[in-house]
């Protein structure tokens, strides 16, 4: 597995994660500004009822779990031990800023709306039906990656002068897609 199969899965995975990234549209720049330490504890609060750290470490170990062989001298298993440890060393800060943001872009009375709604029971409900949908939806994912990486290549190519060696690498690369969608979830069994 090449690294930039790993970043297009793990990328994946965000994406499968996040419904905001699902629904993205060009974000407004941070403001400067410091931001109401009221709206800041509620955001963080947030974060916490919604269960983002949770949900990321989940979400990247699976993935990471998943990674196995080597890649020329680099032992894939252990790659992904060190991908899943970076990882846990940066989500602290990651979601300082997330909360940031939230407390950027979201009223006082949107973010203890939001908190009200991920503590009641629809929303304990919703998150925790999070791991079945994850569990279904991840198969369409690898299922749609061979043809994302179709797009990718074609569109590589009309800017990058590709090589026999690139043609040769992205034809491994779909090979490896095509065998991960057919196996679904569990791509390195």
Known sequence: MTLRSILATAAFACVCISPTFANAQTAP????????????AL??????????????????????SNFS??????????????????????????????AKVYAEVLTTDDLRQAVAFHQSQ??????????TVSERVTPLVYAAMPKMLKAVNEDYCKHVQCTDDVKAAFKAEDAMFNQMAHKGAHPAK
């Open 29 to 40: 720049a941070a403001t400067t500004a410091s931001v109401d330490p009221e709206r800041l």
């Open 69 to 98: 062989g080597s890649m020329g001298e680099l032992d894939m298993h252990q790659y992904a031990l060190s991908m899943t440890a970076g990882f846990e060393a940066m989500m602290p800060s990651l979601l300082d800023e997330e």
């Open 43 to 64: 955001a963080h609060q947030l974060i916490d009822s919604m269960n983002i750290p949770k949900v990321m470490h989940g979400t990247f170990e699976k993935v990471f």
């Open 122 to 131: 629809a929303g304990k409900d919703l998150l925790a039906a999070v791991p």
